[in-house]
């Protein structure tokens, strides 16, 4: 009956601790290394505007790549983990304006199942450029 008091101290024990996203594969770390290979990291931004002609690429279910050009591209760590983009589904982004904002929803789906397979924010964007020639 009164169990629950000795286990609440176990409880929130176990919500104290902070969030390691899972680490990258070889060749997940490989393509984000080429991606980036030969650009400079900047000042994280909580937000960047969505571009028709960009690019949004799943390197991992925690890890999406931005590109705007091929000197800009923006590195986004999710908050969270959408799953289900590592193996391919779809990112399903719920933005207000025309931007793509640090806690912006997302949502990765199987759309020929109907399936959700993952529920993740946004994360900061850290924008990585070709350095000027």
């Known amino acids: 009956m009164r169990a629950w008091v000795f286990l609440a101290p176990l409880l929130?024990?176990?919500c104290s601790g902070s969030y390691e996203p899972p680490k990258l594969t070889e060749k997940q770390t490989s393509e984000?290394?080429?991606a980036l290979a030969g650009k400079v990291a900047g000042e994280k931004m909580s937000c960047v505007n969505r571009e028709p002609q960009a690019n949004l690429t799943a390197i991992s279910g925690n890890v999406l790549l931005y590109r705007v050009s091929r000197?800009?591209?923006y590195r986004n760590d999710l908050i969270g983990s959408c799953s289900g983009l590592a193996r391919g589904d779809t990112l399903i982004i719920r933005t207000w304006g025309s931007q793509y904002c640090?806690?912006?929803m997302a949502?990765?789906?199987d759309l020929t199942s109907g399936i959700?397979?993952?529920n993740c924010?946004?994360?900061d964007f850290t924008p990585y450029r070709a350095p000027a020639k």
């Open 12 to 14: 929130l024990a176990g």
């Open 32 to 34: 984000l290394e080429q």
């Open 71 to 73: 000197r800009l591209v």
């Open 102 to 104: 640090r806690g912006d």
């Open 107 to 109: 949502t990765s789906a």
């Open 116 to 118: 959700v397979t993952g």
């Open 121 to 123: 924010a946004l994360g």
